[in-house]
């Protein structure tokens, strides 16, 4: 049972837009913690794809964007690409957990 | 460009002490400026933070771990290590060494290629 809440999964066609839902609580986003996105490539290990809400790391295209609200954080793609299919993971931290590093159980996205 | 590597056995048996080290290269481990983590992802499944180690030895573990786990830093060597005590196959996964920068505002920036772990007799 992760801390952040993703749907397992998610699918998309080429081109269409696709929203990521991380779901928290008080003690973690809603405590006003970074939270950060990781896309992981099959076999590979994952990469940071936006750090802090909305900071896209290097070489990341600005298809990729994030929002946060509350006790949730989002990801959004646009323009889905056949490489964007990857599992797809949020991260924070909680200060019921001694400020643990906590992330989501991650969402698998499929493009059709 | 900084780069991890894991190292350690491949196969642990049951109530034994897992060992991972990670060699960094093209970066100094005795920074301020950074964060030395070790995460994990069982077969199919997500990722799970076990703990970090500061540059002076600070560290600061998952208190939701079911096993016992230290992790210590070698600065002459530019390494840090990893130790799951009495393992179970609970901790059969691929674990990954990860550097972060020094800050909540910071992601996970570099990461080790993973090292698969089985517990098995």
């Known amino acids: 049972q992760s801390v952040l809440t993703q749907p397992p999964s998610l699918s998309g066609a080429p081109g269409q837009r696709v929203t990521i839902s991380c779901t928290g609580s008080s003690s973690n986003i809603g405590a006003g913690y970074a939270v950060h996105w990781y896309q992981q490539l099959p076999r590979t290990a994952p990469k940071l794809l936006i750090s802090d809400t909305d900071n896209r790391a290097s070489g990341v295209p600005d298809r990729f964007s994030a929002s946060r609200s509350g006790t949730s954080a989002s990801l959004a793609i646009t323009g889905l690409q056949p490489e964007d299919e990857a599992d797809y993971y949020c991260q924070s931290y909680d200060s019921s957990l001694s400020n643990s590093w906590v992330f989501g159980g991650g969402t698998k996205l499929t493009v059709l | 460009q900084v780069h991890l590597q894991e190292s350690g056995p491949g196969l642990v048996k049951p109530s034994q002490t897992l060992s991972l080290t990670c060699t960094v290269s093209g970066g100094s481990i005795d920074s301020a400026d950074y964060y030395w983590s070790w995460i994990r992802q069982p077969p199919g499944k997500g990722l799970e933070w076990i703990g970090y180690i500061y540059h002076s030895g600070t560290t600061s573990y998952n208190p939701s771990l079911k096993s016992p786990v230290s992790i210590s830093i070698d600065t002459s060597k530019n390494q840090f290590s990893l130790k799951v005590s009495s393992v179970t196959a609970a901790d059969t996964a691929v674990y990954y060494c990860?550097?972060?920068?020094?800050?909540?505002?910071?992601?996970?920036?570099?990461w080790g290629q993973g090292a698969l772990v089985t517990v098995s007799s």
């Open positions: 990860v550097r972060s920068g020094n800050g909540y505002m910071y992601g996970i920036e570099n």
